[in-house]
C-alpha cells in the first residue's frame, strides 16, 4: 500500500476532537494538525458479521418508499436543508421538520399518510454533531433520514407492525439481533406504554423489550406542544440479542450503547404538553418516525461505520487517491481526515445546492466552518493544493439521480467550492504570520491572548476563531474563544438569534386564513387588472375583525382578485377596492402562506365589512413598470449564464417599478468589458421583440424543457413556466407581452453583497431614459468643469488634471519631508535615557510613506537611537516609531508603539526596529510623544 506522505501525519488518537498539534509547515511557520477524540477508531465496536443481501443504499432509499406507498402513504419529496417559515431552526435536521405545521394543526394537507426521505443536518445550534464526524463510524452533519408519518390516522398498531416487517422482511435483518425500548411511565407525566409493549410482544420476546425513562423514550416538539413517548428499535452486535430486559441493574441500549445500533425510532404523538408541565391526550394521535439510511445502509452491508458504505465509501477513496494513498486501503487510525473530508463534502454539496452560500453569519458561516474544517483537515494529509471542489463534484455523480438539484447546479457548486478554498488557503497563510507576530508582541509571561485581537484576525481577515485557540494554546497561551465569539457579534451587529438567519415565523393569524380560505380564492391578475369580488376576511393589528372604518389600516381577503402578491422577487400591487360610498386606497399586496392575497388597505371613505361586494383596480401604470423590469430580470439572467456561463444562478431580486435587482452567483466583479457585453445581449432579445409565453406544466416536464428556478426554491408538482426566446424560466410573475415592450434597458450598478454573490441593479423603459438623460447632464456638467469642448474629451482633461495634481502632492510631501528633518529647533533636539538618544516630536506629514522616509531620515541623523513620530491625517492619529539595529535587543518598536498608543486611544504594532500605531484621537498626540522618553525608560528597565 502506498503512504500517505509522512511530513503531515501522524497517529491520530487519545486527543479530544478539534486539536491540533504542529508539524513541519514550510519555512518558518508550522502545519497544524486536527487529531482524533479520545474514543479511537480501535474502541468502538467491532459488529458481528452477518449475513447479508448486500443491498446497497439507493435500494434500501427506493425500497422504503415503495414499501410505504402500497400502504396507502403519499410520497413526499425531500425538502431542501433551509427549513420553510421555521426561524427557530438553521437546518432542517428530521424527517419531521418539513410536517410541523402539519402536526401542529397550522397545515392541512389533502393525504393523511406520508413517506419521505428527507436530507438533514445537525451542523450548528443545538444539534451539531460537527466535532464527532469523522472519529466515531455512526455521526454525520449530513444524513438522510427515511420516515413514515400519520397525521390522525394510523397509529401504534401499524406503525409497530409495519417498523417490523420492513426491517425483518423488507431489509432481510434477522429477528433475533433486534430489541426494542418503550417508555417506562418516568420522567413525563404519561404512564407506561403498556400499550407499546403489548403491541412489540407480537413480534418480540418480552425479555426483549426494555423500558427507560422520558430521557430515552419520550419525545417532545417544544416546551409545549405535540409530545408523546416513543419507541427504538436496536440491532445487537452478536449471534443473538441477549433477553435482559426483566432482569434487575442497568442493562440494554441506554446503558451499553456500544453493544447496539439503534435504527429506528417511532414516535407516538398522542399528547399536548401544557405551560404547566401537564399533559393532555390529544383529540388525533398521530405518528412520526426516523430511521437513518447511513446506518441501515451499514447493517445491511455488514460493515462497521457509515463511511463504509456505498454512500460514502467513494468519497473515502477519492479523498486518499488524491493524497496519494490507496483508495481501498484501510489507514487505521489514519482514516478520520478523510472520512471528515467525505462528509463535509457531502453536506457542502447539498447545502449549496439548496442556496447556502459561504459567508460569516447564520447558515452561511456553517457551511464555511464545514468547508474549511475539510480543508484543514486535507494539509494533513498532503492535499497542499486545492482539492476539496474534486470530492463535492463526485458528490455531484453519486447523488445526482436521487436529488437533481445538485446536477442542476453543479457548475455552481464547482464555482464556489474552489473560490472558497483558494480563499482560505490564503487566509490561512497570511493569518498565520499575523498571529505569529502579535504573540511576539504581547508582554513577556503573558497567559491569555486578547480576545479582540482573535477578533480582529477573524472579522477582518477570516482567520478561525479555533483555529487561534489551537496556536495560542501551543505557545501556551489561553483564548476565551467565547470572549471572542461575543465580541465580533457586537461588531457585526448581530445576535444569536440573528445568527440562525432572518427567516420570520408566520403569524397564527395567516395561517388560520389559510385553512379557512385555501382552495377558495381565485387569481386573475395574468388576464385582468379589475374584477368584482367579495371580501371573505378582515385582519387589523393580527386579529380577525368584521369591519373597517375610515382612517383604519386594514388587511383584506377577498375571494378573487387581480392584484399580484408580494412573491417571487417581485413586488405587489397598489390600486383601489370601491364600492357606493366605499375608497379603500391598496398600498401592498402580499401572500405569506403562498396562497392567499392578502391586500394592505387605507380605508379612507366609508365603512368595509366582511360580506361585502366591492370592485379592484390594479394601478396599471404601476404594474407595466413592473412587467418591464421583471421580463429584463429574465433576459439578463440568460445573459449572463452567456457571458459568465453555467455556474450563474439566481440568488435574489427584486422586481419594483422603479428598478429592478438581480443577485447571482459569481466570484469576481464584473469587468467594463463583461457588463458592456451582458447589456448587448438583453438589447438584443429586446429588439427582436419576440413574443412572452407562459405554460402550465409539471415540474419534471419543465424540467425536461430547459427551465430554470430560483436557487434554493421550493415548487409544487405543477409550475408556470415562461418564456421569451432563448430565456425559460419557472415564474409566478407577471411579464409584457412582447420582448419590444420593455424598450431602454441599462445597467446602473454592479458590486458583491456576499462571498460569492455579486448585484446587479438595472433599469427599463422610462426609468432607464430618465437615468440615461441624468448620467448626459452629469457628463454635460464635468466637461464644462474641465474646459472640455466635446464628451470625448473628457478623459484627457481630467487625466491632464490628475497628473497635475500628483505633480503638486509630490512637491508638497518633500517640502514636508524637509520641514520635518530639517531645522535645528529644541524640538529637534533628542534627549538622553541612560545613554540612548529619543528624539520624539509631531511633524506635518500627512503622507505615510513621506512620515516613514523622515523617520529614516533622522535615524540616520542620530547614529544610535530612537525616533518617535506623531502626525495627524485625515482627523485621525498616527505614531511611528523607529530605532536603530544596535539597540533591537534593548529594546521593541512595536511595544513602543503599542503603550504609546493609548494617547490616541488607539493601538498598532510591528517589528522590532520599525512600528506604526492609529488611533481616532490626534488631540492626543503631544501627550504621546511627551511620554516616548518614560516608555523608552519603562522598557530598558525590563
Same mark, same amino acid.
Given at each position: 500500500?502506498?503512504?500517505?506522505?509522512?511530513?503531515?501525519?501522524?497517529?491520530?488518537?487519545?486527543?479530544?476532537?478539534?486539536?491540533?498539534?504542529?508539524?513541519?509547515?514550510?519555512?518558518?511557520?508550522?502545519?497544524?494538525?486536527?487529531?482524533?477524540?479520545?474514543?479511537?477508531?480501535?474502541?468502538?465496536?467491532?459488529?458481528?458479521?452477518?449475513?447479508?443481501?448486500?443491498?446497497?443504499?439507493?435500494?434500501?432509499?427506493?425500497?422504503?418508499?415503495?414499501?410505504?406507498?402500497?400502504?396507502?402513504?403519499?410520497?413526499?419529496?425531500?425538502?431542501?436543508?433551509?427549513?420553510?417559515?421555521?426561524?427557530?431552526?438553521?437546518?432542517?435536521?428530521?424527517?419531521?421538520?418539513?410536517?410541523?405545521?402539519?402536526?401542529?394543526?397550522?397545515?392541512?394537507?389533502?393525504?393523511?399518510?406520508?413517506?419521505?426521505?428527507?436530507?438533514?443536518?445537525?451542523?450548528?445550534?443545538?444539534?451539531?454533531?460537527?466535532?464527532?464526524?469523522?472519529?466515531?463510524?455512526?455521526?454525520?452533519?449530513?444524513?438522510?433520514?427515511?420516515?413514515?408519518?400519520?397525521?390522525?390516522?394510523?397509529?401504534?398498531?401499524?406503525?409497530?407492525?409495519?417498523?417490523?416487517?420492513?426491517?425483518?422482511?423488507?431489509?432481510?435483518?434477522?429477528?433475533?439481533?433486534?430489541?426494542?425500548?418503550?417508555?417506562?411511565?418516568?420522567?413525563?407525566?404519561?404512564?407506561?406504554?403498556?400499550?407499546?409493549?403489548?403491541?412489540?410482544?407480537?413480534?418480540?420476546?418480552?425479555?426483549?423489550?426494555?423500558?427507560?425513562?422520558?430521557?430515552?423514550?419520550?419525545?417532545?416538539?417544544?416546551?409545549?406542544?405535540?409530545?408523546?413517548?416513543?419507541?427504538?428499535?436496536?440491532?445487537?452486535?452478536?449471534?443473538?440479542?441477549?433477553?435482559?430486559?426483566?432482569?434487575?441493574?442497568?442493562?440494554?441500549?441506554?446503558?451499553?450503547?456500544?453493544?447496539?445500533?439503534?435504527?429506528?425510532?417511532?414516535?407516538?404523538?398522542?399528547?399536548?404538553?401544557?405551560?404547566?408541565?401537564?399533559?393532555?391526550?390529544?383529540?388525533?394521535?398521530?405518528?412520526?418516525?426516523?430511521?437513518?439510511?447511513?446506518?441501515?445502509?451499514?447493517?445491511?452491508?455488514?460493515?462497521?461505520?457509515?463511511?463504509?458504505?456505498?454512500?460514502?465509501?467513494?468519497?473515502?477513496?477519492?479523498?486518499?487517491?488524491?493524497?496519494?494513498?490507496?483508495?481501498?486501503?484501510?489507514?487505521?487510525?489514519?482514516?478520520?481526515?478523510?472520512?471528515?473530508?467525505?462528509?463535509?463534502?457531502?453536506?457542502?454539496?447539498?447545502?449549496?445546492?439548496?442556496?447556502?452560500?459561504?459567508?460569516?453569519?447564520?447558515?452561511?458561516?456553517?457551511?464555511?466552518?464545514?468547508?474549511?474544517?475539510?480543508?484543514?483537515?486535507?494539509?494533513?494529509?498532503?492535499?497542499?493544493?486545492?482539492?476539496?471542489?474534486?470530492?463535492?463534484?463526485?458528490?455531484?455523480?453519486?447523488?445526482?439521480?436521487?436529488?437533481?438539484?445538485?446536477?442542476?447546479?453543479?457548475?455552481?457548486?464547482?464555482?464556489?467550492?474552489?473560490?472558497?478554498?483558494?480563499?482560505?488557503?490564503?487566509?490561512?497563510?497570511?493569518?498565520?504570520?499575523?498571529?505569529?507576530?502579535?504573540?511576539?508582541?504581547?508582554?513577556?509571561?503573558?497567559?491569555?491572548?486578547?480576545?479582540?485581537?482573535?477578533?480582529?484576525?477573524?472579522?477582518?481577515?477570516?482567520?478561525?476563531?479555533?483555529?487561534?485557540?489551537?496556536?495560542?494554546?501551543?505557545?501556551?497561551?489561553?483564548?476565551?474563544?467565547?470572549?471572542?465569539?461575543?465580541?465580533?457579534?457586537?461588531?457585526?451587529?448581530?445576535?444569536?438569534?440573528?445568527?440562525?438567519?432572518?427567516?420570520?415565523?408566520?403569524?397564527?393569524?395567516?395561517?388560520?386564513?389559510?385553512?379557512?380560505?385555501?382552495?377558495?380564492?381565485?387569481?386573475?391578475?395574468?388576464?385582468?387588472?379589475?374584477?368584482?369580488?367579495?371580501?371573505?376576511?378582515?385582519?387589523?393589528?393580527?386579529?380577525?375583525?368584521?369591519?373597517?372604518?375610515?382612517?383604519?389600516?386594514?388587511?383584506?381577503?377577498?375571494?378573487?382578485?387581480?392584484?399580484?402578491?408580494?412573491?417571487?422577487?417581485?413586488?405587489?400591487?397598489?390600486?383601489?377596492?370601491?364600492?357606493?360610498?366605499?375608497?379603500?386606497?391598496?398600498?401592498?399586496?402580499?401572500?405569506?402562506?403562498?396562497?392567499?392575497?392578502?391586500?394592505?388597505?387605507?380605508?379612507?371613505?366609508?365603512?368595509?365589512?366582511?360580506?361585502?361586494?366591492?370592485?379592484?383596480?390594479?394601478?396599471?401604470?404601476?404594474?407595466?413598470?413592473?412587467?418591464?423590469?421583471?421580463?429584463?430580470?429574465?433576459?439578463?439572467?440568460?445573459?449572463?449564464?452567456?457571458?459568465?456561463?453555467?455556474?450563474?444562478?439566481?440568488?435574489?431580486?427584486?422586481?419594483?417599478?422603479?428598478?429592478?435587482?438581480?443577485?447571482?452567483?459569481?466570484?469576481?466583479?464584473?469587468?467594463?468589458?463583461?457588463?458592456?457585453?451582458?447589456?448587448?445581449?438583453?438589447?438584443?432579445?429586446?429588439?427582436?421583440?419576440?413574443?412572452?409565453?407562459?405554460?402550465?406544466?409539471?415540474?419534471?416536464?419543465?424540467?425536461?424543457?430547459?427551465?430554470?428556478?430560483?436557487?434554493?426554491?421550493?415548487?409544487?408538482?405543477?409550475?408556470?413556466?415562461?418564456?421569451?426566446?432563448?430565456?425559460?424560466?419557472?415564474?409566478?410573475?407577471?411579464?409584457?407581452?412582447?420582448?419590444?415592450?420593455?424598450?431602454?434597458?441599462?445597467?446602473?450598478?454592479?458590486?458583491?453583497?456576499?462571498?460569492?454573490?455579486?448585484?446587479?441593479?438595472?433599469?427599463?423603459?422610462?426609468?432607464?431614459?430618465?437615468?440615461?438623460?441624468?448620467?448626459?447632464?452629469?457628463?454635460?456638467?464635468?466637461?464644462?468643469?474641465?474646459?472640455?469642448?466635446?464628451?470625448?474629451?473628457?478623459?484627457?482633461?481630467?487625466?491632464?488634471?490628475?497628473?497635475?495634481?500628483?505633480?503638486?502632492?509630490?512637491?508638497?510631501?518633500?517640502?514636508?519631508?524637509?520641514?520635518?528633518?530639517?531645522?535645528?529647533?529644541?524640538?529637534?533636539?533628542?534627549?538622553?535615557?541612560?545613554?540612548?538618544?529619543?528624539?520624539?516630536?509631531?511633524?506635518? /506629514?500627512?503622507?505615510?510613506? *513621506?512620515? #516613514? !522616509?523622515?523617520?529614516? %531620515? =533622522?535615524?540616520?541623523? $542620530?547614529? @544610535?537611537? /530612537?525616533?518617535?513620530?506623531? *502626525?495627524? #491625517? !485625515?482627523?485621525?492619529? %498616527? =505614531?511611528?516609531?523607529? $530605532?536603530? @539595529?544596535?539597540?533591537?535587543?534593548?529594546?521593541?518598536?512595536?511595544?513602543?508603539?503599542?503603550? =504609546?498608543?493609548?494617547?490616541?486611544?488607539?493601538?498598532?504594532?510591528?517589528?522590532?526596529?520599525?512600528?506604526?500605531?492609529?488611533?481616532?484621537?490626534?488631540?492626543?498626540?503631544?501627550?504621546?510623544?511627551?511620554?516616548?522618553?518614560?516608555?523608552?525608560?519603562?522598557?530598558?528597565?525590563?
Amino acid at each position: 500500500m502506498p503512504a500517505v506522505p509522512q511530513p503531515r501525519v501522524s497517529d491520530v488518537v487519545n486527543v479530544s476532537p478539534g486539536q491540533l498539534k504542529s508539524h513541519d509547515f514550510g519555512k518558518g511557520h508550522s502545519c497544524r494538525r486536527l487529531e482524533s477524540p479520545s474514543n479511537s477508531l480501535k474502541q468502538v465496536y467491532a459488529p458481528h458479521p452477518m449475513e447479508t443481501s448486500g443491498m446497497r443504499a439507493h435500494e434500501i432509499r427506493r425500497l422504503f418508499v415503495e414499501f410505504f406507498n402500497t400502504r396507502g402513504h403519499t410520497h413526499v419529496a425531500s425538502a431542501p436543508l433551509v427549513p420553510e417559515n421555521d426561524p427557530t431552526l438553521l437546518f432542517v435536521n428530521a424527517g419531521m421538520v418539513p410536517f410541523k405545521d402539519v402536526f401542529l394543526g397550522r397545515d392541512k394537507r389533502d393525504y393523511s399518510r406520508a413517506v419521505s426521505v428527507q436530507r438533514c443536518l445537525r451542523a450548528g445550534g443545538k444539534h451539531n454533531d460537527l466535532d464527532n464526524v469523522g472519529f466515531t463510524p455512526r455521526h454525520q452533519t449530513m444524513f438522510e433520514m427515511l420516515g413514515n408519518f400519520s397525521f390522525g390516522d394510523y397509529f401504534k398498531r401499524e406503525a409497530i407492525a409495519w417498523a417490523w416487517e420492513f426491517l425483518t422482511k423488507g431489509l432481510g435483518l434477522p429477528a433475533e439481533r433486534l430489541v426494542v425500548s418503550v417508555f417506562n411511565g418516568e420522567g413525563e407525566a404519561a404512564g407506561f406504554d403498556e400499550e407499546a409493549r403489548e403491541l412489540w410482544s407480537e413480534f418480540v420476546p418480552r425479555d426483549r423489550i426494555y423500558a427507560f425513562d422520558a430521557k430515552e423514550n419520550f419525545w417532545q416538539m417544544g416546551d409545549t406542544g405535540p409530545c408523546g413517548p416513543c419507541s427504538e428499535i436496536h440491532l445487537f452486535h452478536g449471534d443473538k440479542a441477549p433477553g435482559d430486559a426483566l432482569r434487575e441493574g442497568k442493562f440494554g441500549p441506554a446503558y451499553q450503547d456500544t453493544l447496539y445500533t439503534e435504527l429506528w425510532n417511532l414516535v407516538f404523538m398522542q399528547y399536548e404538553k401544557l405551560a404547566d408541565g401537564s399533559l393532555k391526550p390529544l383529540a388525533a394521535p398521530s405518528i412520526d418516525t426516523g430511521a437513518g439510511l447511513e446506518r441501515l445502509a451499514a447493517v445491511c452491508a455488514g460493515v462497521p461505520s457509515n463511511f463504509q458504505t456505498d454512500l460514502l465509501a467513494p468519497l473515502v477513496g477519492l479523498a486518499k487517491q488524491l493524497a496519494g494513498a490507496d483508495p481501498k486501503a484501510d489507514l487505521g487510525e489514519r482514516e478520520s481526515p478523510f472520512r471528515v473530508i467525505a462528509d463535509h463534502a457531502r453536506a457542502t454539496a447539498f447545502l449549496i445546492a439548496d442556496g447556502v452560500f459561504p459567508d460569516k453569519t447564520g447558515r452561511s458561516y456553517v457551511l464555511r466552518r464545514i468547508m474549511r474544517r475539510a480543508i484543514r483537515y486535507g494539509t494533513t494529509v498532503g492535499l497542499d493544493q486545492a482539492f476539496f471542489h474534486t470530492v463535492c463534484d463526485r458528490v455531484v455523480e453519486d447523488f445526482g439521480e436521487v436529488y437533481p438539484e445538485l446536477a442542476e447546479r453543479r457548475a455552481t457548486i464547482a464555482e464556489l467550492v474552489q473560490v472558497e478554498e483558494e480563499a482560505f488557503r490564503r487566509t490561512l497563510d497570511r493569518g498565520i504570520r499575523l498571529l505569529d507576530a502579535a504573540i511576539e508582541d504581547l508582554e513577556q509571561g503573558a497567559k491569555e491572548f486578547p480576545a479582540p485581537i482573535a477578533a480582529d484576525l477573524y472579522d477582518t481577515y477570516g482567520f478561525p476563531i479555533d483555529l487561534t485557540g489551537v496556536i495560542c494554546k501551543e505557545h501556551g497561551l489561553g483564548l476565551e474563544e467565547a470572549e471572542v465569539e461575543q465580541e465580533v457579534a457586537r461588531r457585526q451587529s448581530s445576535s444569536q438569534k440573528g445568527a440562525l438567519g432572518s427567516d420570520r415565523a408566520l403569524d397564527n393569524v395567516y395561517m388560520q386564513l389559510k385553512q379557512a380560505h385555501a382552495g377558495t380564492h381565485e387569481f386573475l391578475g395574468y388576464a385582468s387588472e379589475t374584477a368584482k369580488a367579495t371580501v371573505v376576511a378582515l385582519v387589523r393589528g393580527q386579529q380577525t375583525v368584521v369591519e373597517a372604518g375610515p382612517g383604519d389600516e386594514v388587511e383584506i381577503v377577498c375571494d378573487r382578485t387581480p392584484f399580484y402578491g408580494e412573491s417571487g422577487g417581485q413586488i405587489g400591487d397598489h390600486g383601489r377596492l370601491t364600492a357606493d360610498g366605499l375608497d379603500v386606497e391598496i398600498i401592498d399586496t402580499k401572500k405569506p402562506t403562498g396562497d392567499i392575497h392578502i391586500h394592505v388597505g387605507r380605508v379612507h371613505k366609508g365603512h368595509l365589512k366582511v360580506g361585502q361586494k366591492v370592485e379592484l383596480h390594479v394601478d396599471s401604470e404601476r404594474r407595466n413598470a413592473i412587467r418591464r423590469n421583471h421580463s429584463a430580470t429574465h433576459l439578463l439572467h440568460l445573459a449572463l449564464r452567456e457571458v459568465l456561463g453555467p455556474h450563474v444562478v439566481q440568488k435574489g431580486s427584486l422586481v419594483a417599478p422603479d428598478r429592478l435587482r438581480f443577485d447571482f452567483s459569481h466570484s469576481r466583479p464584473l469587468t467594463r468589458e463583461q457588463l458592456r457585453e451582458v447589456e448587448q445581449h438583453v438589447y438584443k432579445a429586446i429588439l427582436v421583440n419576440g413574443p412572452a409565453s407562459t405554460r402550465e406544466m409539471s415540474l419534471a416536464d419543465a424540467k425536461k424543457a430547459g427551465a430554470i428556478g430560483l436557487f434554493g426554491e421550493k415548487y409544487g408538482a405543477e409550475v408556470r413556466v415562461v418564456s421569451m426566446g432563448d430565456s425559460v424560466e419557472l415564474c409566478g410573475g407577471t411579464h409584457v407581452r412582447r420582448t419590444g415592450d420593455i424598450g431602454l434597458f441599462v445597467i446602473a450598478s454592479e458590486e458583491g453583497i456576499a462571498q460569492g454573490v455579486r448585484r446587479i441593479e438595472a433599469k427599463t423603459g422610462s426609468g432607464a431614459m430618465a437615468y440615461v438623460q441624468s448620467l448626459s447632464q452629469t457628463l454635460y456638467e464635468v466637461g464644462g468643469a474641465v474646459h472640455a469642448p466635446t464628451p470625448a474629451e473628457i478623459p484627457g482633461r481630467v487625466e491632464k488634471l490628475q497628473n497635475d495634481l500628483r505633480a503638486k502632492h509630490r512637491e508638497v510631501e518633500e517640502l514636508q519631508r524637509k520641514i520635518a528633518t530639517g531645522g535645528a529647533g529644541a524640538s529637534d533636539a533628542p534627549v538622553e535615557v541612560e545613554g540612548i538618544k529619543v528624539l520624539a516630536k509631531v511633524v506635518a /506629514v500627512a503622507n505615510p510613506k *513621506a512620515l #516613514r !522616509e523622515a523617520a529614516d %531620515t =533622522l535615524r540616520n541623523r $542620530l547614529g @544610535s537611537g /530612537v525616533v518617535i513620530l506623531g *502626525a495627524e #491625517r !485625515e482627523g485621525k492619529a %498616527t =505614531l511611528l516609531v523607529a $530605532l536603530t @539595529s544596535d539597540l533591537k535587543k534593548r529594546l521593541h518598536a512595536g511595544k513602543l508603539v503599542g503603550a =504609546l498608543a493609548a494617547h490616541v486611544k488607539g493601538r498598532g504594532g510591528g517589528r522590532p526596529d520599525l512600528a506604526q500605531a492609529g488611533g481616532p484621537d490626534p488631540s492626543g498626540l503631544p501627550a504621546a510623544i511627551a511620554d516616548a522618553a518614560n516608555q523608552v525608560q519603562k522598557q530598558l528597565q525590563k
